[in-house]
């Protein structure tokens, strides 16, 4: 999220069924509106003594952007991290993290400027979200090697320290200048607890599981259910009724309960 200063006012990472993908179409769309209608950006962008009045430009202005390059480096990290990330927690998940992230972003930006600095301030940009993004990432893929700065190697882990120190610097002064540190930081905070969360939610259901003394049966199971819920079309005939065995030979000694199912795909493919 760019800091905008003290102004009034099969899964595929390019198909539009990709969430993060459709909000990098929007952003660029909205880009493209905010040069051609005059006042847009004023009447939308997130206005921080404007937001108990209108909540709605916490929302609205992580839609904008400050300029050409601030697009393309947000819009950059999502495609990176945002494709990465949905298929790893699903879709819902995704735009549940990538909304929460944003909104709190705002609402921290806004809070930070008019209580500890003592002025309005005004700000534009979905840093807040993908940072949110960036902080799940870093819990569920710590090792994953990034380049930081298109040249520097490191992993997820170490690229996160970075990010936090850059953006605490930078509330006290030290670095470049209007930038919402506050709001990254909000986002980055965001996304490590919600993914601590998952993570922690996995493990429990692995643990929950690994102490069962049907576990390959349940392991089966779970692979035929799957197989059972796909399209008939993908199926051939002799692939159906070996499901169908198996399903039945597996049944036979144990069933898992609906909210057993459920676990497993929230919690058991992160």
Request: hydrophobic share 50%; no cysteine.
């Amino acid at each position: 999220m760019e800091h905008a200063g003290h102004r009034s006012g099969s899964f595929s990472a390019f198909s539009l069924r990709n969430a993060a993908f459709l909000l990098i179409v929007i952003n660029a769309v909205m880009f493209i509106l905010q040069q051609a209608v005059k006042g847009l950006t004023g009447s939308l962008m997130l206005v921080s003594g404007d937001v108990l009045v209108r909540p709605w430009i916490v929302v609205t202005s992580m839609f904008l952007h400050g300029g050409g390059t601030h697009l393309l480096f947000n819009m950059y990290a999502l495609l990176l991290f945002g494709t990465l990330i949905e298929q790893r927690i699903g879709t819902k998940r995704f735009l549940l993290l990538y909304f929460i992230s944003g909104i709190l972003a705002g609402f921290g930006f806004a809070a930070f400027q008019e209580v500890v600095i003592g002025a309005s301030g005004s700000a534009v940009g979905a840093s807040g979200a993908i940072m949110g993004v960036l902080g799940m990432t870093i819990i569920l893929l710590p090792d994953l090697r990034v380049l930081l700065f298109f040249f520097i190697p490191m992993s997820m882990r170490t690229a996160g320290v970075i990010f936090a120190l850059v953006d605490l610097l930078g509330i006290f002064g030290i670095g470049i200048p209007g930038i919402a540190n506050v709001a990254h930081l909000v986002g980055l905070a965001v996304g490590l607890g919600y993914g601590y969360f998952l993570l922690r939610k996995k493990k429990e259901f692995s643990a929950r599981f690994a102490r069962s003394p049907e576990q390959p049966r349940i392991r089966r199971m779970l692979v035929v259910k799957r197989s059972s819920s796909a399209p008939k079309g993908r199926e051939s005939a002799g692939g159906t009724k070996s499901a169908a065995k198996d399903s039945r030979d597996v049944n036979k000694s144990i069933e898992l309960s609906k909210e057993e199912m459920e676990d497993y795909l929230k919690y058991g493919r992160l």
